[in-house]
């Protein structure tokens, strides 16, 4: 048996202590990677190998490929997945390392044209089979809004410019912004690119003021994807630790396969930890949607979709073997479509301890699928104590949120809102969440539960969609049923409301609904449908989210008489009853009863009268609550 060096092992015990016990890879081989390493070695730690992709090949379930500091560009295609959760296939980086995988390559060779505005010609041998300067942007639920959009990117010391409608623009000195361009961008930040693709060569011609671009970093997307496998029904990868920038995605609709940054293509048991992500031309994690012959074929209709769910299902789709992926823990940003997209792919899934922001800031191009979080079918997905913000919205959960718990999550400064919960029938459970956005919630759904929330922004209540929209049995993706989507049968519990955050907009509801233990505050409007609310209309509790150093602080000046009201109850399974589409109750993911006796901090509530909203205030006057740590999630 071979001795590991005694060097090493403080390096080993460390790896192994920041792997969950659940997670580590079985006793397996281990392959390490360096940029200085040869791709004909070993992988041995005296014999690294040069690219990941080269350990990729080698891995076998229960192996680990480790991955020491430097900049790798490169495409990780992974030819297997694991066996199983316990011996599976596992990427991380060196703990303490910087490593890096970019889907771009540095360009010099610039020369200047005019004004700030230099170009660079590239024989097309240079993209290899994928030349993204020669893919559009497009899809099902895609507005180009009337112009061109590619996949490339190019990018100024990390930071990337914005593709110019036709080379004249592009011509123009720096900081000239086109009418199209989007108003919140100053025009000093307008820094353009353009792009021509002849039959030999691509030219870029791109706006460098006051720099010289050939002593400065100039990268362009070259690569579809950072780590993405071609077929589907690769299971059981770990990706850990890794920094992952630069990707030429296409946008990502339902019904068509997704592709990521960092995708799972139709796999089962993913763990995707630890890392940061970032600069993707549509998204960043891509948990979805497999290739087919009917992609983007459904003319943008409800009815497409569901010939789309059914091919899912023809294409293996259920609860032994597609989902059941752990997204925890990572840093998601400047992604133009999503931060996380997934169609279907995403059941059974945990999304945790994630930080999303800047996703479809810009609005070059727009549609119907961005958010930091969009999942259709997020069928007994956990998404719990996240963090996001300036995002267009924060998640939206479209079609079949059957099973789903949106739990502990932070959100603020999300333009359009914090949720969207889009054509669902229940049972769904929002609960200890801080809603700090203009629109906490955009309602197109029936049959949720929103439990110990803090609202600040408006409540949106779509009265009724005639969508016929799909509905499951317990737990599984086997189809139980289509219904339409009437307003309604939806339950508010111990949350607290403040200001334009109304319930009133039920009072015309269309099914019953269930209101008991809420507190508006501020002006905030009570429905006529819960018979004793606490309702403090003039006392404002001051609620403002600070940035600090050391994380995200929620300030306020809580009252006491918040707790004057005796008659609020723990929240279980019994108490919320049955959705009336589906007749199932609200329950633990594993069907097992469910109460919600914890709070945004995960500390244990009162069991007669708990404390309103996420959390408990202590005293009076000024308080101050640390809701979001920069470095470490709760």
């Not at 006793?27 to 070695?41: L, T």
């Not at 014999?47 to 992709?53: E, R, V, Y």
């Not at 989007?182 to 000093?188: F, K, R, V, W, Y």
């Not at 068509?256 to 995707?272: C, N, V």
Request: glycine share 8%.
């Amino acid at each position: 048996m071979k001795r590991t060096p005694i060097v090493l092992l403080p390096f080993l015990l460390l790896t192994l202590f920041l792997m969950p016990a659940q997670t580590t890879a079985a006793s397996g081989k281990e392959y390490h990677v360096s940029v200085n390493g040869e791709d004909g070695n070993d992988g041995s730690l005296s014999h690294m190998l040069q690219t990941i992709s080269a350990a990729a090949v080698l891995a076998q379930p229960g192996d680990t490929i480790t991955v020491h500091e430097g900049v790798y560009r490169e495409r990780i295609t992974p030819p297997r997945g694991g066996e199983s959760d316990e011996n599976r296939i596992v990427y991380q980086a060196v703990p303490g390392d910087k490593v890096e995988i970019k889907g771009s390559e540095e360009v010099s060779g610039w020369k200047k044209v005019r004004h700030d505005t230099w170009k660079v010609t590239l024989p097309n041998r240079f993209f290899g089979n994928y030349n993204p300067y020669d893919d559009l942007i497009h899809g099902d639920w895609f507005d180009a809004k009337d112009r061109e959009h590619h996949t490339g990117a190019v990018y100024l010391n990390g930071e990337w410019l914005i593709e110019a409608a036709a080379l004249k623009e592009v011509m123009e000195p720096a900081g000239t912004a086109p009418e199209w361009i989007n108003q919140a961008a100053t025009a000093a930040d307008v820094r353009l690119w353009y792009a021509k693709v002849a039959p030999d060569s691509t030219t870029v011609w791109a706006q460098f003021k006051n720099v010289n671009p050939n002593k400065e970093r100039v990268e362009i997307n070259v690569r579809r994807a950072v780590f993405y496998p071609e077929q589907p029904g690769m299971n059981y990868i770990t990706v850990r630790g890794f920094i992952m920038r630069h990707a030429a995605t296409q946008w990502a609709p339902p019904t068509a396969e997704q592709i990521g940054l960092i995708g799972t293509h139709w796999s089962k048991g993913w763990i995707i930890e630890n890392n940061t992500i970032s600069h993707s031309v549509c998204s960043g994690i891509a948990l979805g949607k497999h290739g087919d012959e009917f992609d983007n074929t459904s003319a943008d209709t409800a009815e497409g979709y569901v010939k789309t769910i059914e091919r899912a299902i023809e294409h293996g789709w259920s609860k032994e073997n597609i989902g059941h992926h752990s997204i925890r823990n990572n840093t998601i940003s400047h992604c133009e479509q999503t931060g996380i997209v997934g169609s279907m792919g995403a059941a059974f899934s945990t999304i945790t301890g994630n930080t999303i922001h800047d996703i479809h800031v810009r609005k070059l191009f727009t549609g119907c699928e961005m958010a930091g979080i969009k999942l259709h079918a997020a069928i007994d997905v956990e998404v719990r104590n996240n963090h996001i913000y300036r995002s267009c919205r924060g998640l939206w959960l479209d079609w079949m949120a059957q099973g789903a718990r949106v739990s502990g999550n932070l959100f603020h400064d999300n333009p359009y809102e914090d949720l969207f919960v889009e054509v669902n029938h229940g049972p769904f459970v929002v609960d200890n969440n801080i809603f700090l956005s203009p629109i906490s919630i955009r309602n197109a759904s029936r049959g949720g539960a929103y439990v110990h929330n803090l609202m600040l922004g408006e409540i949106r209540i779509h009265a009724y969609d005639a969508r016929m929209t799909p509905y499951h049995t317990a737990h599984s993706t086997a189809l139980a049923g289509m219904h339409d989507n009437p307003c309604g049968d939806d339950r508010y519990y111990n949350n607290i409301f403040v200001k334009h955050a109304n319930l009133h907009a039920y009072d015309k509801k269309c099914l019953p609904v269930f209101m008991e233990g809420n507190v508006f505050l501020a002006g905030a409007r009570a429905s006529k449908h819960e018979a004793e609310p606490m309702i403090l209309k003039r006392y404002d509790p001051q609620f403002l989210l600070v940035e600090k150093t050391d994380g995200f602080y929620l300030e306020s000046v809580p009252d006491k008489n918040w707790t004057e009201k005796k008659t609020r109850q723990t929240i279980t399974t019994a108490l919320l009853g049955r959705a009336l589409v589906s007749d199932l109750p609200y329950e633990n993911r594993d069907a097992t009863p469910l109460t919600i006796d914890t709070d945004f901090f995960g500390n244990k509530r009162k069991t007669v009268n708990p404390f309103p909203g996420p959390f408990k205030f202590s005293g009076e006057g000024k308080q101050v609550m640390n809701v979001w740590h920069t470095r470490t999630s709760r």
